[in-house]
Structures are given as C-alpha cells and as structure tokens.
C-alpha cells in the first residue's frame, strides 16, 4: 500500500527512522545513564532513585549474573515482581550482560508459570517474595537453577525499607511461607557483583533481548522474539513521534500498568529512560485510594493506562480532584479506547487521551495518533515511520481504500518469529513480510487506522459480520452503565446473537432500557438479545475485558469455586 498517511504527519515527524542507532540496549542505556546521570529516574514507595544509582546497581546485578553464578551467554532470565525499584535494576543489568529477558506476571498460577519458565528455557529466575511460593510449586522439571528474591522494602533501606517488608509480611500476611533453598536475596546478589565488577559483553543487534509470552486467550503462549533491534527500532519510532511534544526536561511518568507488559515495558521502562524523565511506579494500581493519593504528591506530565484503568480513574472521587495543570499527554493502549471514558478524560483533564495501537509481536507500538490532537475520533492512529500496512482479505489480496479487511504490519520493530515455533510463526507471517495481526481494520483517505475488532471476537448474526467493540461504545453511552462487554452466543433462528454483561452505576437501570438505548443507536441484528448484569467483569493482568468469559453465565460461580480451590490447596 501506498504511504499516504504521510501527508498526515505531524510536523517535525519522520518518514523512517535508523533501526540501528544504537547496536543494543545495552548501548541505549549507557548512553542515557552518562547524559542524565543525577536526574531522578524512579520514585517507588517514596523513594527515589537517581540514573546513576541505577546505572550502579544494574551493573551489579549484571556482575553477578556473569561472574558470580555464571549464566552463559544468551541465557534466560525470568522476571516475576510488580512495578518495584528492583524491576528497572534487574532488567537493565540482565539485558547489558547480553541475556534475554523472560517477563513473568505474578500473578500467574503454579501451571502457568510452569509452562513460561519451562517452554523458555529459562535458567534464572528474579521474584519477589509475595510470589515465592507459585515459584516454589512451578519450579520442578525446568531449567532454573539460578533464584533471587526480593521484599518490597529491599531497594527502599534503613528504617523504612524494613518497617515496609515487616508491613507486608507480618500485617498485611502477603508473603506466604515458600522453601526455595538455592534463593539468594536481591540485595546479597547486588553487593556479591559490585565486588566483582565484570566486563560487560559485546551485543549484537540480531541478538535477542525479550521472550514476550502472548497468545494465551487463544491456546498455549508463545515468546515472541524480540531483538535487540526490534527494541531500538520501537524506540526511534517513539522518539521520533513524540520529539515535538515532549522533551528532555521536566517530564515525569506514571508507570501503572505492569512493566512486564510490553506496552509499559516500552513506553514507561525504555522511553523516559530515552529522554531522562522521572518515572512514578505504581505497585498495585488496583488499590485506587493509594494510587490516586501518589498522584496527588507527584506533579505528572504523562500518564499512560488501558480503557479500564482510564475509567476507574473517573469514577474515583479523590481523582476528579488532582490538578491536571501540568499533565500534556495521556495515552491510552493495550485494549480499545471507548468514545465515553475518552470524551469524560477530556472534560475532567482538559487534556485528550491519545490512542494507540500496537502488539506483543511489534515491539508493540505499530500505529499512534498525533499527541497534537485535540478531541476523540475512533482512530488508532497513523502507521509510525519506517512502518509499511497492508489490508487484506481471506485470500491475502489488499482491499479498496476504506474497506475492512485484516490488518497486516511490516517494519523493523516486528518481531523475529515465536520461540520454538515455526509453525505458529508461519501462520502469522506472509511471503512478503507482513505480520499478520487477526485484528480488522479499515483506512480512510488521510491514512488513519480504525480498528473494526478482533477476528475472533467477531459475531455472525444471519449472516452479518457484528463487532463486540461498535456494540460495547454504544451501551458505554447509557448514563448508567459504568463497564460493558459484548460477545456472541449460540442462538437457534440467526447462529448467534449478541449478548451483553453489565455493571450498572446504580440498580435502577433495567436490561429493558438499555436495549430501548441500543435500539435508537443500532441496527436490528446487531441489538443485544441478552443482557446479563454482574458485580465485575472479568479482567486480563492489565485490565483487558476477557470476553471469552462473558458467554457462560455460571462463569462468576466458577471463578469463585477456582478461587477457593486454589486457597485450599494452598
């Protein structure tokens, strides 16, 4: 396809970008840790942590990874904590010493981290000590042999470092007892490779960096293959994007999606570190009232979140408070962004909430509305430089301009292929080097994406493509519908029809008025049959909206029944 969202470029942006500015993170990292040396680089818990401390313990860590415990080149080395200071420290310090990071969420059951751990490889493992015991449990049959734990006071220090960890393990009780016998503490290990102080090794920009587990909502997870380059690409892309918007002084980040997810690994692990900005990280973003209170403490310049965090946040009273005075970008990724929450953003900020798109297999960032825009339009963006698309039908052939079909990416930051699976990465990738993406999409004259919905989430309604996420936007503008989400389910007279699960702002709104909504906004076959009212939706660690549990109504009882199966057995 011919590139013409160039013409719709923000000025200053450009057309292509150099993959290989810098020949690995490594080299990245260095280079900003010597520009922005005494900057603050963190905020954890009130604590503060400057570049170079950073660049300091980092290095530690990575000693100790080469010299102490001996990791080949090349090595695995999981990740299992939240947004703590020890995450940036771990993860710098295993990518300069030329490993590839393995990214655990902690909140993964016995089994699947079993699978993450085992189908890696992996040989190191980094956890903190509230997860220790899922550790314990999922550890046999692989390849770990290399275990460092860590409390959440551990990097904090002195007296309130160790008043934190006596907090959490003896009040709170959320360090279940765990016997790892072989575990080192985190801060044992950093003081064990300050001493030996190792030459860090030459990374090549083919070399990987990342195995992103994904795929899991649709069979077993798989690692992408991240490079070295697909990240530098990613980041240049960034850069580039963002250069006329945000600058190298006084930028603070709120980090609270969970750096282990690439969206926030990217946009608030590597990019504030690209330009020396202060990173505010959120533990536990789930605990609103603590969250909302370190936003009052902080002035913040950049927010980032999902549609799901975005909306907590506005119905949150304490927020509707905080001075958005210097806040200049929110962006919005991970999930669909919905007209309500985006339109309710703005007129609680002042600010918009730009969208953007991108996936675990691109390093993620693929496409990004300009930070200039000034209201919510449905678009996801335009295609970032050196980033070709392409729409295709079921046959692979381009459709018309303004016609859905499958969105396919081309460009640097797409990934190498998955771990081990040739045949999975075959199915994603074309004979001309687009990557596949199951998501439908149109394009309109001025190069602007609209993501229509996920292949699979689509509902055939006799005969009638309906997308859950046109249907989810509609009831999200009923005044008293707080979160929605739509699926389809088997219906004997049209093959489907479409259903939807609600959280209701107050009890008095009735499955009659929402339908008598939908049907002033929509079509026949694509107005909700069923309408099921619940508590909570099911979520994703990030926040996504698990529509694949919203079909089932016994659903919440099943989870409830899993979740005292596992205390049990705990």
């Not at 909700?528 to 996504?544: A, M, Q, Y």
Request: glycine share 8%; hydrophobic share 40%.
């Amino acid at each position: 396809m011919e590139r013409i969202w160039l013409k719709s470029y923000p000025e200053g942006v450009p057309a292509d970008i150099n993959p290989t500015a810098y020949p690995s993170l490594g080299d990245f990292f260095a280079a900003s840790v010597e520009r922005f040396r005494d900057r603050v680089a963190y905020v954890s818990l009130k604590r503060t942590m400057t570049y170079g401390e950073l660049d300091l313990r980092s290095r530690a860590f990575a000693s100790y990874l080469l010299e102490v415990v001996g990791l080949p080149r090349g090595a695995r080395v999981a990740l299992m904590m939240p947004n703590l200071l020890q995450y940036p420290v771990a993860l710098f310090g295993a990518l300069r010493a030329g490993y590839v990071v393995v990214n655990c969420n902690p909140l993964y059951s016995p089994r699947e981290l079993h699978h993450q751990l085992a189908d890696s490889g992996a040989e190191a493992v980094v956890a903190l000590e509230n997860f220790a015991q899922t550790l314990e449990k999922a550890i046999a049959g692989t390849s770990v042999r290399v275990v460092v734990v860590t409390g959440v006071g551990d990097l904090i220090g002195g007296a309130r470092g160790f008043l934190a960890n006596f907090f959490v393990r003896r009040i709170q009780r959320a360090v279940p007892p765990f016997r790892l016998p072989q575990a080192v503490r985190f801060n044992r290990a950093l003081a064990e490779g300050r001493a030996r102080k190792a030459e860090l090794p030459r990374i090549e920009p083919t070399d990987l960096a990342f195995l992103q587990y994904t795929g899991g909502t649709t069979g077993v997870p798989k690692g992408a293959m991240l490079t070295h380059r697909n990240m530098i690409a990613n980041l240049q892309q960034v850069a580039a994007w963002i250069g006329p918007v945000v600058g190298e002084q006084g930028e603070t980040f709120v980090t609270a999606l969970p750096l282990y997810h690439v969206f926030a690994l990217t946009v608030n692990a590597f990019v504030p570190t690209m330009i020396g900005a202060n990173n505010l990280l959120i533990p536990d973003p789930r605990d609103l009232k603590s969250f909302v209170k370190a936003l009052g403490d902080t002035p913040f310049t950049v927010i980032t979140g999902v549609n799901t965090l975005f909306n907590a946040l506005l119905h949150n009273p304490q927020f509707l408070r905080l001075d958005f005075s210097r806040l200049h970008v929110a962006v919005g990724g991970g999930m669909a962004l919905q007209r309500a929450v985006a339109e309710r953003w703005k007129q609680v900020t002042g600010k918009p909430l730009i969208e953007g798109y991108g996936l675990t297999e691109t390093a993620p960032i693929a496409a990004v509305n300009p930070l200039t825009v000034e209201d919510y339009s449905g678009a996801i963006g335009l295609p970032a430089p050196s980033t070709d698309i392409a729409i295709r039908d079921t046959e692979g052939r381009d459709v018309p301009l303004g016609l859905p079909g499958e969105l396919c990416i081309k460009g640097p930051q797409v990934m190498a292929g998955y771990w081990m699976r040739p045949d999975e990465t075959a199915n994603v990738m074309t004979a001309d080097g687009f990557l596949k993406t199951g998501d439908i999409a149109r394009m309109d004259e001025r190069g602007y994406l609209y993501i229509v919905d996920r292949k699979k989430d689509m509902i055939l309604v006799s005969g009638f493509n309906v997308y859950p996420n046109e249907i989810e936007d509609v009831v999200m503008s009923h005044p008293g519908v707080r979160e929605v989400g739509a699926v389809g389910v088997p219906d004997d007279r049209s093959g489907e029809a479409v259903k939807i699960v609600v959280v209701r702002k107050h009890e008095g709104v009735t499955d009659a008025d929402i339908i008598a909504h939908c049907r002033q906004h929509l079509t026949g076959y694509k107005t909700p049959r069923h309408v099921e009212f619940r508590d909570t939706l099911p979520r994703s660690p990030i926040g996504k909206i698990l529509r694949r549990e919203l079909k089932d109504p016994s659903e919440p009882k099943k989870q409830r029944q899993k979740q005292a199966a596992d205390e049990k057995s705990d």
